[in-house]
């Protein structure tokens, strides 16, 4: 499955609201993945939040999320 091309927010704003319990749907992602999991969240307008882990621990690179949402 090609991944589209996705609309990027704040990445650091995302992980605060969602650190901040803000109701939204948050789903961690590989760089680069995509699969049909993913295609879904990112339909209905979930934020997906992309991580890499470390040798300090786990880090958010980007977030994606649906215009409109």
């Known amino acids: 499955m090609k991944r589209p091309r996705l609309r ?19 789903v961690t992602m590989d760089p680069g993945a995509w699969d049909s999991l993913l295609a879904e969240a ?3 307008g979930a934020v997906l939040l992309e991580v890499v882990e ?4 786990i880090y958010y690179t980007a977030a994606y999320q649906k215009e409109g949402k």
């Open 8 to 26: 990027r927010i704040d990445h650091e704003q995302a992980v605060k609201d969602m650190l901040a319990c803000k109701p939204e749907i948050y």
């Open 42 to 44: 990112y339909r209905v």
């Open 54 to 57: 470390g040798d300090r621990g």
